[in-house]
């Protein structure tokens, strides 16, 4: 029924453009045929039977131009909505509208201004038209990414028109208290990372209830994933599955409220790049476990968790003088050096150990050291 309707209208818009322009031709035309049968005033104009005829004749030719064109434009039609509905679905319901609202705004302010300068002469026409291009895109652009920090502006006012009533007395304190449990409830929503979804350690941190909030999924994530799952090396593949069980745990087990989020960046390649740039308008935290993604992440503004340091946090300290039993696995980069390793993935650097590899001994913490890969425990044998 749409198709009909929009061939409809191109075979009416056509035949609408060829009898006007048979009409302002239609008097060099009569000039070169040297024909005029009939004078008929109109009133406003004077219509001769000639120009009638020529544009009876351009509508007939106009129509038949637009029956025969309206299957490509109506094609066309479709295409252009089809692709303006793919960007709207991967931009947030909140961009949208902060579009929209920037479009209404820039168009006004180009109408008052376009008004001011409509009599200059010669360009004064076109000015209102170059207003009305400069100031709408102005005003989406600007919407749509200082959306946060207008948020940020407007969210001043009902604190207080609070702060005013409880001033005068006109707030309860059960409705104070209310809304004191309401903002203490709130929490940042958060955006995680491919390497920490494969590391999978982030849906035992969400069982246990130490992470609250929603978990945010980006479609670049996800296509990420999934292309590791189908890669042809039989590690990364395994690695890709892990990760999408991850996903599917947290969904099902840890009772975490999870949504997929499916604003892209199409001018951006790297994925990390993508994750930062959709940190910074969502206000998100990243929770992640690389380390340079962490770097980015903070010089750019983006508050990051990392796995990395909490699992470094919750490692029992060890003090020096502690004694522990080890198993020396390999020698280490120093001259008679032995390694060994907790149950935690600790690594204990042995003074002298290397002559005890698979053995097990009993050594004495001498000092621990604190590095951006992990916690590193120096002992020595006590034999």
Known sequence: MLD????????????????????????????????????????????????????????????????????????????????????????????????????????????????AFSNIPVVGSYIPVVFSIVF?????????????????????????????????????????????RETAGSSISKLLDTSVIIDGRIADICKTGFIDGKLLIPVFVLEELQHIADSSDALKRVRGRRGLDVLQRIRTECGMQVEIVNQDFDDISEVDSKLVRLGQITGSKIITNDYNLN????????????????????????????????TVVKEGKEHGQGVAYLDDGTMIVIENGRRFINEAIRVEVTSALQTAAGRMIFAKPLY
């Open 136 to 180: 709408g895109y102005l005003g989406i652009h600007i919407l749509i990414h200082k959306q946060k920090e207008l948020s940020e502006l407007f969210a001043f006012l009902p604190k207080l028109i609070k702060d005013s009533m409880n001033r005068r007395g006109t707030v309860s304190p059960e409705n104070n208290h209310s809304g004191s």
């Open 4 to 115: 009909k309707v929009l061939r409809f209208f191109v075979v009416a818009l056509m035949a609408i453009a060829g009898g006007t322009i048979m009409h302002f031709a239609s008097p060099a035309l009569t000039d070169l045929i040297r024909t005029e049968i009939i004078d008929v005033d109109m009133g406003l104009f004077r219509l001769t039977l000639t120009n009638l005829i020529f544009i009876i004749a351009g509508v007939i030719i106009g129509g038949l131009i637009g029956y025969g064109l309206s299957p490509f434009f109506a094609a066309a039609l479709r295409s252009f909505s089809s692709w303006v509905e793919r960007q709207l679905s991967k931009m947030p319901l909140h961009d949208v509208i902060s579009g929209v609202i920037g479009l209404a705004i820039g168009l006004i302010i180009a109408d008052l201004l376009g008004a």
């Open 295 to 326: 770097k980015v992440s903070e010089l750019r503004g983006v508050p990051v968790l990392n796995i990395n340091e909490l699992s470094n946090a919750v490692k029992p300290v060890v003090v020096p003088g502690e004694m522990m039993d080890v």
